[in-house]
C-alpha cells in the first residue's frame, strides 16, 4: 500500500456502484472530481453525509466537479442504503456510490488506516484535478461528520489558482482579495492584474480577484 501525495496521480480502478461500472479514469474524463470513502453502509454519520452531497450537486455540477462515494460494503447494500439516505435527509442520492467489498480501491487509496480500524475506510476525501493528479486530501476520524461547504470552497481556490498567479488568504471565499504569488514581481503583477494590487509587506500583495 502507498501514502498518496499532493501532486500524485490518481489511481485508476474499475468497480461496480450504484450508476453502473465505473473505470475511473474514463468516468471522470477530463474533468475535477471528489471521491470520498465511508467506514461503511447503513451508519449514521455517513447517512447525513451522502444526504448532505446530493443536496450539493447543483453546486459541484456549477464547478465542473464529477462526485463518487465508495465504501465497503456490497452494491445490494448500497441500493438498500439510499432509501435510508432520502428517508432522512431529503436528498436522493444523485451519484455513484460504488461498492468496494473486496477493498481494492480503498487499498489503493490509502483509505484504511490499523490504527483506527483495519477492515474499515476512514472518512477521506480526495480532489482531483483534470490532469488526474491530487490537489487536496482530507481525513477524518470515524466520528466527525465532514463540512462540504468546505470541500467546495477549496475547490473554488484550486480552480481560481489553477488559472492565475494568485494564492488565497485564510477564509477565503469565492469573490474575496486574492494574494499576488511571490514569483511575480511588481511588474510582472500590475501588467497581469490590471485591477491593481496593495503592498501591505513586500511579500505580500493584495488583489481583487482576478476572474471577476
Given at each position: 500500500?502507498?501514502?498518496?501525495?499532493?501532486?500524485?496521480?490518481?489511481?485508476?480502478?474499475?468497480?461496480?456502484?450504484?450508476?453502473?461500472?465505473?473505470?475511473?479514469?474514463?468516468?471522470?474524463?477530463?474533468?475535477?472530481?471528489?471521491?470520498?470513502?465511508?467506514?461503511?453502509?447503513?451508519?449514521?454519520?455517513?447517512?447525513?453525509?451522502?444526504?448532505?452531497?446530493?443536496?450539493?450537486?447543483?453546486?459541484?455540477?456549477?464547478?465542473?466537479?464529477?462526485?463518487?462515494?465508495?465504501?465497503?460494503?456490497?452494491?445490494?447494500?448500497?441500493?438498500?442504503?439510499?432509501?435510508?439516505?432520502?428517508?432522512?435527509?431529503?436528498?436522493?442520492?444523485?451519484?455513484?456510490?460504488?461498492?468496494?467489498?473486496?477493498?481494492?480501491?480503498?487499498?489503493?487509496?490509502?483509505?484504511?488506516?490499523?490504527?483506527?480500524?483495519?477492515?474499515?475506510?476512514?472518512?477521506?476525501?480526495?480532489?482531483?484535478?483534470?490532469?488526474?493528479?491530487?490537489?487536496?486530501?482530507?481525513?477524518?476520524?470515524?466520528?466527525?461528520?465532514?463540512?462540504?461547504?468546505?470541500?467546495?470552497?477549496?475547490?473554488?481556490?484550486?480552480?481560481?489558482?489553477?488559472?492565475?498567479?494568485?494564492?488565497?488568504?485564510?477564509?477565503?471565499?469565492?469573490?474575496?482579495?486574492?494574494?499576488?504569488?511571490?514569483?511575480?514581481?511588481?511588474?510582472?503583477?500590475?501588467?497581469?492584474?490590471?485591477?491593481?494590487?496593495?503592498?501591505?509587506?513586500?511579500?505580500?500583495?493584495?488583489t481583487p480577484q482576478p476572474n471577476r
Amino acid at each position: 500500500m502507498t501514502t498518496l501525495r499532493l501532486g500524485d496521480k490518481a489511481p485508476d480502478f474499475s468497480a461496480s456502484s450504484t450508476e453502473g461500472t465505473i473505470d475511473f479514469h474514463d468516468w471522470k474524463g477530463d474533468a475535477w472530481a471528489v471521491l470520498f470513502s465511508h467506514p461503511r453502509d447503513f451508519t449514521p454519520v455517513c447517512t447525513t453525509e451522502l444526504g448532505r452531497v446530493a443536496g450539493l450537486k447543483p453546486e459541484f455540477d456549477r464547478r465542473g466537479v464529477k462526485v463518487a462515494g465508495v465504501s465497503v460494503d456490497s452494491l445490494e447494500e448500497h441500493r438498500a442504503w439510499a432509501g435510508d439516505i432520502e428517508d432522512v435527509t431529503g436528498h436522493a442520492l444523485n451519484f455513484p456510490l460504488i461498492a468496494d467489498p473486496d477493498r481494492k480501491v480503498a487499498h489503493l487509496y490509502d483509505m484504511i488506516h490499523p490504527n483506527a480500524d483495519d477492515t474499515l475506510t476512514v472518512r477521506s476525501v480526495f480532489v482531483i484535478g483534470p490532469d488526474n493528479t491530487i490537489k487536496l486530501t482530507l481525513t477524518y476520524p470515524a466520528s466527525t461528520g465532514r463540512n462540504f461547504d468546505e470541500v467546495l470552497r477549496v475547490i473554488d481556490s484550486l480552480q481560481l489558482t489553477a488559472g492565475y498567479a494568485v494564492a488565497t488568504p485564510a477564509d477565503w471565499r469565492d469573490g474575496e482579495d486574492c494574494i499576488v504569488v511571490p514569483a511575480l514581481s511588481d511588474e510582472e503583477a500590475r501588467a497581469r492584474f490590471p485591477k491593481g494590487f496593495e503592498a501591505r509587506k513586500p511579500y505580500l500583495r493584495v488583489t481583487p480577484q482576478p476572474n471577476r
